[in-house]
Structures are given as structure tokens and as C-alpha cells.
């Protein structure tokens, strides 16, 4: 799923954040795959913000968690990155820069392609400085995520030090509380191919060639039994 203003998705005039993405784009998917496609199950690989939006979503929609077999994180945290000081000033400053410009620029993000608004990204900065996963009216996402018994792997990178570093993976992870879940950190001391950034820890050659089949034997072995499709 693209989110809005990316790639060919439909362009959006009005402002919208995570929540937005994940209460109405990412449920829109969903009821299509399961409702309309009549899809029994699926499997989740989500990157960077797009984890963040579907988490929120089922905590909003307990409805569709039956339905996941298994949940791959790429570069996904909220409230993590700020706990170490250097991150937090670059936070701090990357947050007030990106509100003069109204933008963050795509390489910033962690993208090739495509830029994100103030508006959307401001969400994030506030986790991160405030150390809570807390929606526009309040709401604790952070205490309800332990309520999620998918099993998840998260994947996560040395190069990737802003805005989903090893620390912060691994405080979105443990919030899960589930001890099937489970961190895979990359690096060239851990025998990997490369310190994989933000973006190349899913798109690259070398992700391909060594973190993609790790994430294919994560989703073959949570594969229900007996089923005859699975997604």
C-alpha cells in the first residue's frame, strides 16, 4: 500500500498524520483484502512509519489481528530514537528546521523518492522527545501494545542511527511483551553484507540477497496449517 502523496496514490490537499493513515488508508486496505477479496490471512512487511500506522491500527481494529500470521518490521520505532543525547539534539533540531521548511526532506526521512510534510512527521519528533506513543487526543497506543501477540520480527540496522536505531527497535519491540518475537540487528561485525541505512536495509542488493530470505522463512513458518491461501 502507498501512502498518499507517494508514488500514484491519490494526492491529498488536506493535512494527515499517522493516525490518519492508520485509521482510514491502512483500514480501507484491509477491509478490501479481508471483506471484499475474501483474502483469509496475510502476512504484514511494513517499513519506517508504515509499521508505526499499522500498529496503531490494530490497536484501534482488534477485529483484524485473527487475521495476521505474522508482522516483518523494517526500520520501525516511535518513542526510541531520543534516549540517546546526540540523537535527541538532532531531533530537537531536524523538528524546528523541518517546521520552518513545512517539509522534511526525503533523504532525511529515509527515502529516494518522496518527502513528507511537517504536519506528518511532527507526530514522530514529539514521541521521540517525549519517550510516549500517544495519539493527537491523548490516547496511549505505547500501553496497549502489549495486547498484540502476533509474532513479529523486527529488523533493524548500525547504519540506520536517526530514525530507527537499535535502541529504539528494540524499545518498540519489547513493548510487544512477547517472547516469540524477535530483533535481527545487521552489520558488518555480525557478518553481514553491510551497515545498512533507513532505506537499503529493504531495498538493496544486498538486502535481497541476505535479509529478504530471512524474512521468507520467518513468514513460511507461521504459515497456518492447512491453509490453502495464504498472502
Not at 528546521?97 to 532525511?108: E, F, Q, R, T, V
Not at 514529539?126 to 498484540?148: A, C, P, Q, T
Amino acid at each position: 500500500m502507498e501512502w498518499r502523496n507517494h508514488g500514484r496514490s491519490s494526492k491529498s490537499k488536506k493535512n494527515f498524520n499517522f493516525e490518519t493513515i492508520a485509521k482510514y488508508d491502512l483500514d480501507s486496505t484491509f477491509d478490501f483484502l479481508f471483506r471484499v477479496q475474501k483474502i483469509p490471512n496475510v502476512d504484514c512487511l511494513v517499513h519506517s512509519g508504515g509499521g508505526i500506522a499499522l500498529i496503531m491500527l490494530l490497536i484501534n481494529r482488534e477485529v483484524y489481528r485473527p487475521r495476521i500470521n505474522s508482522i516483518t518490521l523494517f526500520g520501525v520505532q516511535a518513542f526510541g530514537a531520543g534516549t540517546i543525547i546526540k540523537n535527541r539534539l538532532k531531533i530537537f533540531v531536524s523538528k524546528y528546521i523541518s517546521a520552518l521548511l513545512g517539509a522534511i526532506p526525503a533523504k532525511m526521512v529515509g527515502s529516494t523518492e518522496h518527502s513528507e510534510s511537517y504536519y506528518t512527521m511532527r507526530q514522530w519528533f514529539d514521541w521521540n522527545l517525549r519517550h510516549n506513543f500517544v495519539g493527537n487526543d491523548g490516547f496511549d497506543y505505547r500501553s496497549k501494545m502489549d495486547e498484540i501477540k502476533i509474532p513479529i520480527l523486527s529488523i533493524c540496522a548500525k547504519g540506520d542511527r536517526f530514525i530507527a536505531p537499535k535502541i529504539g527497535c528494540e524499545m518498540f519491540l519489547n513493548a510487544f511483551e512477547n517472547r516469540d518475537n524477535r530483533l535481527l540487528y545487521c552489520s558488518k561485525e555480525n557478518g553481514n553484507l553491510e551497515n545498512y541505512n533507513h532505506s537499503r536495509i529493504l531495498k538493496s542488493k544486498s538486502s535481497k540477497k541476505e535479509i529478504w530470505p530471512i524474512v521468507e522463512r520467518w513468514i513460511a513458518e507461521r504459515k497456518p496449517i492447512n491453509s490453502s491461501q495464504h498472502n
